[in-house]
């Protein structure tokens, strides 16, 4: 495919489904997958992953090379994340200069990353799967905007400074920005805007 003819993708990604579009479970198995959502071409692949219970901003390509460049690193992640408890400042400034967390039972230290503490619930469409209530104590939300991008990282960023999360919404990838999309929304982009 000719970089002309090359497709680029962006979807809110809803809670539920897995960001890929086969899986090596058998026919008819419960997985929600990405194909269900729209007719995408032949060689699509999302740039990077959301797991089963992450939503939001999703980037789709036919474009190996743009996928690459995004994943290399220096591409800024932004998530919107809700947590158990209110979050203190302390443990803000922990998240800020980097935490020790666990990938694939290795030690490793988060690079330093931009968080703060959102004033208010963000605006953001009902999730499919209530989380809980009030009854439960307090929740907060942060933003946290991450270069980097290793195995369920932000999750296991915030248990480690101890407020585990409750969602976690990406809400941009460089400049391209969910806005005000619903959750399984498809645009088709000229360009991805890096």
């Known amino acids: 495919m000719s970089l002309e003819q090359q497709r680029h993708f962006k979807i809110y990604k809803p ?3 897995l960001s890929q579009f086969i899986t090596k479970q058998r026919p008819g198995g419960k997985h929600k997958l990405l194909g269900q959502l729209y007719d995408f071409p ?3 692949m999302s740039i990077g992953r959301l797991d089963k219970d992450s939503e939001g901003l999703l980037l789709l390509t036919t474009n190996g090379k743009l996928s690459t460049k995004i994943t290399a690193g220096n591409c800024e992640k932004e998530y919107y994340v809700q947590l158990d408890g209110n979050i203190p400042d302390h443990a803000i400034a922990e998240l800020r200069k980097g935490v020790e967390i666990s990938i ?3 030690p490793y230290n988060t690079l330093e990353c931009n968080i703060r ?3 208010g619930d963000p605006s ?3 999730r499919s799967k209530k989380i809980r209530d009030e009854r439960h104590g307090p929740t907060s939300w942060v933003s946290i905007i991450l ?3 290793k195995f369920r990282q932000v999750k296991k960023m ?3 400074v101890g407020y585990p999360t409750l969602r976690l919404v990406r809400v941009r990838i460089g400049n391209e920005k969910i806005e005000n999309m619903l959750p399984g929304e498809v645009i088709e982009l000229e360009q991805v805007a890096l």
């Open 42 to 44: 032949e060689g699509t």
């Open 147 to 149: 270069t980097e991008g």
């Open 158 to 160: 915030t248990a480690a």
């Open 15 to 17: 809670y539920g489904f």
């Open 104 to 106: 694939f039972g290795k």
């Open 117 to 119: 503490k959102l004033e």
């Open 124 to 126: 953001l469409p009902e």
